[in-house]
Structure formats: structure tokens, C-alpha cells
């Protein structure tokens, strides 16, 4: 029953979720990194206050071995953001986000040494097919200007895909690094969740002009009034709220759900989730879908599905 509650609470958290961002990115393209820094501020001081105990309870994972975690989450969360900004649409960037099966095989493959049945590269070459197919059809939807204007586009949507494509790997590796450290260490997922969010916290710095910008840009939204406390709040405000709030319920969810159950429902459940916020989203902001872009989403939810082996299950999968 906790299992089940669990992956309830990663739908309603992350599906709602992607409705906050995606009001956020169609006003303002370019607010991926104030809403990365407000969801790890949220996040951080929540468990400084019930984590934490504002400092009284020591880590059992060591601090060096959350910094190079940390680094990994942080780099993974903020590039896949930025790559919002070059015309990087939300189901394709759903979509190219679902491919993390193929990063995971590969450097499963080269640094764990590790063999997979023949399923598992069907699956890939599927999924890979998938991804091809929607960047294809998001490019094609491209060719309707002048042609320095395309050009410029199709330069713009290519950088974005290199980012996706980089922080693809990054969270690959960090899986596997994670793997590995809750091996030694045992799993900790509300400590792990607490120190993946503060110890970033300082490399927001670096940012602080592009977040104090958009902060101003915030400020200039249509105003929404609450007559009840007297209170006047522009609305991008609320809908960063709105995002943080859904953010905090998804990923403590999932952190949660890598403890409640095996490797193979958590990877399903993803799955299922990613694939439900694409086709709300499709519906529900009335994004451009073509008949490409269905045949790139089912090659990738049915070469994942495949993947976790629900349909074709081996021997280690039937012991999980």
C-alpha cells in the first residue's frame, strides 16, 4: 500500500509539474535556471529543518562523496533547463529526456562491464529510432521562414539537442555512481535528497544575474489579486510556486520509490509518468504534434517498456 501511494504521488507530483513549467517557458523562454535555483532552495531548507535538524545529524554518506554527486545533479538539472532556450520544444524535450536507457546501457556496458540480453539493444535500437524520428519532425516544423532565419533556427535547435544529448550521459553516470555509493554506504533518500540540493546552493552565483533578471521579468506579469489578505501577486510568481511545490512531491517520490521497490518498477513508473505529461501536454497547451512525432513517442515508450523486460522478462528480471 506505501508502494502504491508512492507512485501515485510521483504521477499527481511530476505530471503537475511539467503544467507549471511549461506556463513558465511559454512566457519566458529562458527561466530555466530561476526555477532550478528556487526548487533547490525550497528543497534545501526544508531538510536543513527535518533532515538536518539544522545540523545536528551527521551524514552517514561522507560530504566528499555527495560533492562529485552533487556536481553531477547540479550540471544534469541545469543544462537540461538551459537547453529550453534554444528552440527546444517541451515534448521533444520530454521525449529526447526518455532516451536515458541508451546512456544507461552504454556506460552500463563500458564501466560496469556489465551484459545485457538481446531484448535490452532491440529495445535501444527503438528507442534511439524514437528520438530520431521527433528531432526530425521538430526540425521539419522549422522550415517555414527565410532561409537565413532557418538556418539560424536549425543552429539554435542543434545546440539544444548537444545539450540534452550531454546531460543525457551526465545523469547516466551519476546513476551509476549512485549506484555504487548506496552499495557501500546503504540507501539514505532523505539525506541523499537534502545534500544533492544545499551543497549546489553556491554555484547559483554564477547565475545570479540571469535569476535576478528574470526575476524583474517576473515582476512585470499580469498581477493576481487576493482580496481576502489584501495581497497582489504577479502571476508567473505563483506558477514558480505552483512548480516548486509539484517539483518537491516528484522528486521526493522518486528518491522514496528507489527504496520502496526494485529497479524495474521505478523505471516503469518514469516511464509511465513521462509518457503521461507528454500527451497531457500535447492536449492540453496545444503544442504541434505531427504523425512523426506519435511514431518517435511509441518507438520510445514501447522500446522502454521493453527495456525494463514486462514484456520479454530473463532470468535476472523474473528474481527482481
Avoid at 546512456?103 to 535490452?120: E, H, R, W
Avoid at 539537442?161 to 543525457?168: G, Q
Avoid at 518498477?265 to 513521462?274: A, F, G, P, S, W
Wanted: glycine share 6%.
Amino acid at each position: 500500500m506505501n508502494s502504491l501511494f508512492v507512485i501515485c504521488t510521483v504521477f499527481i507530483g511530476c505530471c503537475t509539474n511539467v503544467i507549471f513549467l511549461e506556463y513558465i517557458i511559454k512566457a519566458f523562454p529562458g527561466s530555466g535556471n530561476i526555477v532550478t535555483f528556487a526548487q533547490f532552495l525550497f528543497i534545501a531548507i526544508e531538510g536543513l529543518i527535518f533532515t538536518n535538524k539544522f545540523g545536528n545529524v551527521k551524514p552517514v554518506i561522507p560530504l566528499k562523496v555527495y560533492a562529485i554527486m552533487v556536481f553531477l545533479f547540479f550540471m544534469v538539472s541545469v543544462v537540461n533547463n538551459y537547453a529550453l532556450n534554444f528552440n527546444i520544444s517541451m515534448p521533444l524535450h520530454m521525449i529526447f529526456r526518455s532516451g536515458s536507457l541508451i546512456a544507461n546501457l552504454i556506460l552500463g556496458v563500458f564501466i560496469l562491464k556489465k551484459k545485457y540480453p538481446v531484448s535490452k539493444y532491440i529495445s535501444i535500437v527503438m528507442i534511439s529510432a524514437g528520438i530520431v524520428a521527433a528531432t526530425l519532425a521538430s526540425g521539419s516544423m522549422k522550415d517555414n521562414g527565410d532561409a537565413e532565419d532557418g538556418l539560424q533556427e536549425y543552429a539554435s535547435c542543434f545546440v539544444g539537442i548537444a545539450l540534452l544529448t550531454f546531460a543525457l550521459f551526465m545523469s547516466a553516470y551519476m546513476g551509476i555512481y549512485q549506484e555504487q555509493t548506496y552499495r557501500d554506504y546503504g540507501k539514505h533518500p532523505m539525506e541523499a535528497l537534502f545534500y544533492n540540493h544545499a551543497l549546489p546552493l553556491p554555484l547559483f552565483l554564477f547565475l545570479s544575474s540571469d535569476i535576478y533578471k528574470h526575476g524583474e521579468l517576473f515582476n512585470t506579469s499580469q498581477p493576481v489579486g487576493f482580496p481576502v489578505v489584501g495581497l497582489v501577486v504577479p502571476i508567473m510568481w505563483l506558477y514558480l510556486l505552483g512548480n516548486v511545490l509539484t517539483q518537491y512531491m516528484c522528486i521526493k517520490s522518486v528518491f522514496i520509490l528507489t527504496t520502496e521497490c526494485p529497479s524495474l518498477v521505478v523505471t516503469l513508473v518514469i516511464t509511465l509518468r513521462k509518457f503521461a505529461s507528454l500527451l497531457f501536454s500535447i492536449w492540453y497547451f496545444q503544442n504541434p504534434f505531427t504523425t512523426l512525432h506519435w511514431v518517435g513517442t511509441g518507438l520510445v515508450f514501447i522500446g522502454t517498456i521493453l527495456f525494463t523486460g514486462v514484456l520479454f522478462p530473463d532470468s535476472k528480471t523474473k528474481t527482481q
